[in-house]
């Protein structure tokens, strides 16, 4: 803590502007630059951003997108998928995944996840694919197609969904493997990263992200020449000279600032990543004695990178009083996802209530996302600390 932040001042959940403070001069030479050529789209430092984040991902390509639900979709729209299929993907996730999928013309088919990690649960998406009646390729099928399409694997707060079992299950059923890759920059399993293990994979750029822009921004990123040529085209209204179109597309370009900002942001994501791994050991430490609580578990062979750090607020315990205990003492903690994909309004005509995906759902009541960024000082960790502990202690359901 610097000597002018008073010991007693806020804590927020993200600290957009200490990160905004290490690229400011960097960033504000870059925008100079753009405004002096004008080239506001698809400008020099996109095609840049593209290469170095491919490189990153471990990937061939890297295409940019105005924004990250943007990017589940044009993946998804790459494959060509036949119209009306569905595509599995976990109950906990932000709602913007199932949007996606049904944005692209196909129908989401949600699965519970782990107890333990809180990941699509691969034992769930056995059971779907079992009950489809789709042919099983490696078994010799006989061809008769099933309704599920694709798997749409979500890697949630900073790690990696299990991908090997997702795979194999992949492999078995003949299906492409679509990430969903928006909270995981830099993160790997068993030192492969994050956007590299299926056949194409999304991300989001959004200012919160490990790797964030001023605004929204997001990418596709896929070693497979011809995906990649098509998430373009369909991004750019299915346009690949000018005026000629030649396939249904929509506006989903990154604009050359975003990339200026997320250049100069990739350059210390590293660093930035092993300091949320730093804070992350801390309150692991700090924490691990207080009662009533369950701290966030890594899957085995996964490098977290700590998007979020969500604990759980044991039984017998309200979480939202803990929540509102926290905001009082000046902790910006907070809760996501608290209302489940099924439960939601807008995707009533799943047919799926209460009791259908009960881990999400007991997820849901239980999570209690702390404040942490890369900048986050021990003393401000042992200030979240006390409060939590103090909050946890009083709050009772």
């Not at 905004?20 to 001069?25: I, K, L, Q, S």
């Amino acid at each position: 803590m610097t000597a002018s932040t008073p010991a007693d001042a806020p804590i927020p959940l993200v600290d957009l502007r200490a990160a905004h403070a290490e690229v400011a001069e960097e960033v504000q030479e870059g925008i100079d630059r753009v405004l002096a050529a004008g080239a506001y789209i698809k400008g020099p430092d996109v095609a840049a951003f593209e290469r170095e984040y491919a490189e990153f991902a471990g990937t061939r390509h890297c295409v940019g997108t105005a924004n990250g639900t943007d990017a589940v979709e044009l993946a998804l729209r790459a494959l060509e998928l036949p119209p009306g299929g569905e595509v599995v993907l976990p109950a906990n996730t932000f709602v913007a995944t199932a949007e996606a999928v049904v944005r692209a013309g196909l129908q989401p088919v949600l699965v519970d996840a782990d107890p333990d990690h809180l990941l699509i649960d691969p034992a769930r998406v056995a059971e779907v694919l079992a009950a489809d009646g789709g042919a099983v390729a490696a078994a010799g099928g006989d061809g008769r197609p099933g309704r599920i399409t694709a798997l749409l694997p979500v890697h949630l707060n900073g790690q990696l969904a299990p991908m090997d079992p997702l795979l194999d299950l992949a492999a078995q059923y003949g299906l492409p493997v679509v990430e969903d890759a928006a909270q995981s920059q830099g993160a790997t399993q068993h030192g492969r990263p994050s956007g590299s293990w299926g056949r194409i994979a999304a991300t989001s750029f959004y200012p919160g992200k490990n790797l964030g822009a001023y605004g929204d921004a997001g990418a596709v990123t896929t070693s497979h020449d011809a995906l990649a040529d098509a998430v373009r085209l369909i991004g750019d209204h299915g346009s690949g000279r000018k005026y000629v179109h030649d396939r249904f597309g929509f506006n989903s370009r990154m604009d050359t600032v975003q990339a200026v900002v997320l250049r100069a942001k990739l350059r210390r994501l590293p660093a930035w990543n092993a300091a949320r791994r730093a804070a992350a050991a801390r309150y692991d430490a700090m924490l691990s004695d207080i009662d009533g609580i369950t701290l966030p578990r890594t899957l085995p062979g996964n490098e977290h990178v700590w998007h979020l750090y969500a604990v759980r607020i044991g039984a017998g315990r309200s979480r939202d009083a803990v929540l509102t205990a926290l905001q009082e003492a000046g902790i910006g903690a907070g809760i996501h996802y608290p209302v489940p994909v099924h439960l939601q309004p807008a995707f009533r005509s799943l047919g799926r209530g209460e009791g259908s995906f009960p881990v999400a759902e007991q997820a849901a009541r239980e999570l209690l996302t702390l404040p942490l960024f890369p900048q986050i000082t021990e003393s401000q960790q042992a200030r979240v600390a006390e409060a939590l502990a103090k909050a946890v202690a009083r709050a009772t359901a």
